[in-house]
């Protein structure tokens, strides 16, 4: 099965600053068009043995969406972009919004300073800083590549197993949790840093742990961005239709066992990149700010049929 969409939304709402005499900090207006296109691709394959017995089927499905701001209304944006905010707290990644990106696109400016041949600068303590290049440089973007998805289903004499498989590939996501651990010396990242004697930077330099992380971890847009892309078995169920003989054939009852998130296989980032930090805001999904954990989930279910 092959999919492929395309699809324009006009006239979203945005805020927009105002003068400060009007007794107002923005104004909400309605304008722009934001384009997303994309495709999905399913390949199946189901049979059956020894009359019907045994029933085996899976299914492997990537889906992959491009979106794109087309246009955005004049008095909306400042220097041709639109600032949607900071991604997390304080010296996160800036999600800016300009004309022929995405509305996920991250930008930073900050830096650990450098000589001008390229190299980390470390003032006469040997310490690093930060510097402000006083430049937006565009680092990614949230939203991820494609992803992809697989399903399998075995069943023989009533019982039927379901296995299913998930992935996202791309798109970077913040962890100010790490951040914060890491400027109070109290994660592992740290520890072993300072049993390593500092951190190593170019050659046979050495910085203090402390002033490294004390310092770039008020910066958490850029030393702490981490790849989203995640694979995990997001589903497994085992279930068993009791003979109906045993009911007179007039009920059928199937129970079962399922399980959801039971096994992160591969994960770059040191959290689940799909979990949000908030249920108020798009912008929060992707931020890592002492959050609970992702939940793994068991339940037990029984169904009749009449």
Same mark, same amino acid.
């Given at each position: 099965?092959?999919?492929?969409?395309?699809?324009?939304?006009?006239?979203?709402?945005?805020?927009?600053?105002?003068?400060? +005499?009007?007794? &107002?900090?923005?104004?909400?207006?309605?304008?722009?068009?934001?384009?997303?296109?994309?495709?999905?691709?399913?390949? =199946? &394959?189901?049979?059956?043995?020894?009359?019907?017995?045994?029933?085996?089927?899976?299914?492997?499905?990537?889906?992959?969406?491009?979106?794109?701001?087309?246009?955005?209304?004049?008095?909306?944006?400042?220097?041709?972009?639109?600032?949607?905010?900071?991604?997390?707290?304080? =010296?996160?990644?800036?999600?800016?919004?300009?004309?022929?990106?995405?509305?996920?696109?991250?930008?930073?400016?900050?830096?650990l300073r450098q000589s001008p041949?390229?190299?980390?600068?470390?003032?006469?303590?040997?310490?690093?800083?930060?510097?402000?290049?006083?430049?937006?440089?565009?680092?990614?973007?949230?939203?991820?590549?494609?992803?992809?998805?697989?399903?399998? +289903?075995? +069943?023989?004499?009533?019982?039927?197993?379901?296995?299913?498989?998930? =992935?996202?590939?791309? =798109?970077?996501?913040? +962890?100010?949790?790490?951040?914060?651990?890491?400027? &109070?010396?109290?994660?592992?990242?740290?520890?072993?840093?300072r049993e390593n004697g500092g951190?190593?930077?170019?050659?046979?330099?050495?910085?203090?742990?402390?002033?490294?992380?004390?310092?770039?971890?008020?910066?958490?847009?850029?030393?702490?961005?981490?790849?989203?892309?995640?694979?995990?078995?997001?589903?497994?169920?085992?279930?068993?239709?009791?003979?109906?003989?045993?009911?007179?054939?007039?009920?059928?009852?199937?129970?079962?066992?399922?399980?959801?998130?039971?096994?992160?296989?591969?994960?770059?980032?040191?959290?689940?990149?799909?979990?949000?930090?908030?249920?108020?805001?798009?912008?929060?999904?992707?931020?890592?700010?002492?959050?609970?954990?992702?939940?793994?989930?068991?339940?037990?279910?029984?169904?009749?049929?009449?």
């Amino acid at each position: 099965d092959f999919t492929w969409y395309k699809a324009n939304t006009f006239n979203q709402t945005f805020y927009v600053p105002v003068s400060a +005499s009007t007794g &107002y900090t923005n104004k909400p207006i309605q304008a722009g068009n934001v384009q997303n296109a994309g495709i999905e691709v399913a390949l =199946g &394959y189901t049979d059956s043995y020894a009359d019907d017995k045994v029933r085996f089927s899976t299914n492997f499905t990537v889906t992959h969406n491009q979106n794109k701001t087309i246009q955005l209304a004049e008095d909306a944006m400042q220097n041709g972009y639109l600032d949607k905010g900071t991604l997390g707290i304080s =010296g996160g990644p800036q999600i800016r919004l300009t004309e022929g990106g995405t509305m996920g696109d991250l930008y930073t400016r900050y830096r650990l300073r450098q000589s001008p041949n390229g190299y980390i600068w470390q003032n006469g303590m040997g310490e690093v800083v930060m510097e402000d290049t006083g430049e937006w440089t565009k680092i990614g973007s949230t939203l991820p590549k494609f992803h992809a998805g697989w399903n399998t +289903s075995l +069943s023989y004499a009533g019982v039927t197993l379901n296995i299913q498989f998930t =992935g996202r590939f791309g =798109g970077l996501v913040v +962890s100010d949790t790490q951040a914060m651990l890491d400027r &109070y010396g109290v994660s592992q990242v740290s520890a072993d840093a300072r049993e390593n004697g500092g951190i190593q930077i170019q050659y046979n330099r050495i910085v203090n742990a402390q002033n490294y992380y004390e310092t770039i971890s008020t910066m958490p847009g850029t030393y702490y961005m981490y790849d989203a892309t995640n694979v995990r078995l997001s589903e497994l169920s085992l279930s068993y239709d009791l003979p109906k003989k045993w009911f007179k054939e007039k009920v059928g009852l199937t129970v079962g066992l399922t399980g959801k998130n039971l096994w992160m296989i591969y994960c770059k980032a040191p959290f689940d990149p799909e979990a949000a930090s908030s249920v108020s805001s798009n912008f929060y999904q992707g931020v890592d700010y002492f959050m609970t954990p992702s939940t793994r989930n068991l339940g037990f279910n029984v169904k009749l049929s009449f």
